[in-house]
């Protein structure tokens, strides 16, 4: 399984932005998908992840009611809206897939046995 992620990028606080992950791989499609961000100098933290069913998403507290996490199973490509965006959320982010996920959304990077390469997005005030 490869992943890669784009559509990062700089801009001001309270713009948007939608990052993308194309997957390749035989099965993907059934796999939980989430994305995680990593700021300098602090720990990579879960953002929002989607079950391999699509029938649940989570997010994580900063993030409920400004990002949105959809995936697309015919076209392997996991994508994150993001509006309002805030100078803390500046961070790289990165995509990743849980094999084992199915029906539930794991929040521990430990959890995924899949990353792609990430994507910076910078906020400014």
């Known amino acids: 399984v490869q992943l890669q992620a784009s559509g990062g990028g700089s801009v001001q606080a309270g713009d948007s932005l939608t990052l993308s992950c194309a997957a390749s791989g035989q099965f993907v499609s059934t796999y939980t998908r989430g994305w995680f961000r990593q700021a300098p100098g602090k720990e990579r933290e879960f953002v929002a992840g989607?079950?391999?069913?699509?029938?649940?998403?989570t997010y994580a507290d900063p993030v409920k009611g400004r990002f949105s996490i959809s995936r697309d199973n015919a076209e392997n490509t996991l994508r994150l809206q993001m509006i309002s965006l805030q100078p803390e959320d500046t961070a790289v982010y990165y995509c990743a897939a849980d094999r084992e996920g199915y029906a539930s959304v794991e929040v521990s990077p430990a959890k995924y046995d899949y990353w792609g390469r990430g994507t910076q997005v910078t906020v400014s005030s």
């Open positions: 989607i079950s391999g069913s699509g029938g649940r998403t």
